[in-house]
T-cell receptor
Framework: RKEVEQDPGPFNVPEGATVAFNCTYS??????FFWYRQDCRKEPKLLMS???SGNEDGRFTAQLNRASQYISLLIRDSKLSDSATYLC?????????????FGSGTRLQVQP | NAGVTQTPKFQVLKTGQSMTLQCAQD?????MYWYRQDPGMGLRLIYY???????DKGEVPNGYNVSRLNKREFSLRLESAAPSQTSVYFC???????????FGSGTQLSVL
């Protein structure tokens, strides 16, 4: 089983829609969760950290569910500019490596 | 204040040639990383350096070597390039293993 798994998509949604992505992680002791955004052929950029209590940044809401071992990202009022690949990032605690692990990403396409 | 500077941006090699990818950061971060990204695979960790003077293998280290030259610089060397090493390479840094990552702009490498 992969350490971090994401639905690759693509998610095709109209402008103004609400869309949600989930990401599951394999080790219950994992710490430090992030969502990154990656535009085509560009470097990943931090979208938001994910805190245990959940957190919101404008139209974006991130949640952590430790019992079910997943994190989620909710995007409200989607904009054309939200079209990108969203990467889930986790610090696993069972690999012996002290480095963040990336999911394969979920592609979002917002359509006019 | 450049952040994370990665060179070169593009490189084409013939099988068996060698090259070094350079990464420098001016963020005074302790930890530095090399990832590769292939289509549909997400980012995979090649090597990392948790602090100056240390380096460790990541998920896919075979065929690569690294040098943490000082706190600012972390280079990745391909001694004998193979077509399987055709990929996009990203250098990244953070203050510590659990902290958010900052990325260089990437190197697109083709090995013919």
């Amino acid at each position: 089983r992969k350490e971090v798994e994401q639905d690759p998509g693509p998610f095709n949604v109209p402008e103004g829609a609400t869309v949600a992505f989930n990401c599951t992680y394999s080790n219950s002791a994992s710490q430090s969760f992030f969502w990154y955004r990656q535009d085509c052929r560009k470097e990943p950029k931090l979208l938001m950290s994910v805190y245990s209590s959940g957190n919101e940044d404008g139209r974006f809401t991130a949640q952590l569910n430790r019992a079910s071992q997943y994190i989620s990202l909710l995007i409200r009022d989607s904009k054309l500019s939200d079209s990108a690949t969203y990467l889930c990032v986790v610090m696993p605690m069972d690999t012996g490596r002290r480095a963040l692990t990336f999911g394969s990403g979920t592609r979002l396409q917002v359509q006019p | 204040n450049a952040g994370v500077t990665q060179t070169p941006k593009f490189q084409v090699l013939k099988t068996g040639q060698s090259m070094t990818l350079q990464c420098a950061q001016d963020m005074n971060h302790n930890s530095m990383y090399w990832y590769r990204q292939d289509p549909g695979m997400g980012l995979r960790l090649i090597y990392y350096s948790a602090s100056e003077g240390t380096t460790d293998k990541g998920e896919v280290p075979n065929g690569y070597n690294v040098s943490r030259l000082n706190k600012r610089e972390f280079s990745l060397r391909l001694e004998s390039a193979a077509p399987s090493q055709t990929s996009v390479y990203f250098c990244a840094t953070n203050r510590g293993p659990n902290e958010k990552l900052f990325f260089g702009s990437g190197t697109q490498l083709s090995v013919l």
